[in-house]
């Protein structure tokens, strides 16, 4: 996906983007020089461990979907 840098030096994520990734107006973002890029990733999200069947299990309030785990499994790829 492509977007643009405004004058004041803003980016916009693009709507899919930010659907995919649970992004919401306020989102705290953690920017990074990533080679000849940047990286942006969430901070301050943590998954808590509950005990499932006596094996403890990552329970987050972000619903994980199809195509957020096919999002990173691609940006991993790039």
């Known amino acids: 996906m492509e977007t643009s840098i405004d004058r004041l030096g803003r980016i916009v994520v693009p709507k899919a983007l930010r659907d995919a990734l649970g992004?919401?107006?306020?989102?705290?973002?953690?920017?990074?020089?990533?080679?000849?890029?940047?990286?942006?990733?969430?901070?301050?999200?943590?998954?808590?461990?509950?005990?499932?069947?006596?094996a403890l299990v990552a329970d987050s309030a972000t619903p994980v979907t199809d195509d957020i785990v096919f999002g990173l499994l691609d940006s991993g790829r790039r």
């Open 23 to 54: 992004l919401t107006p306020g989102t705290t973002l953690d920017v990074s020089r990533y080679g000849a890029g940047l990286q942006l990733i969430p901070t301050g999200r943590t998954a808590r461990l509950v005990d499932v069947d006596g």
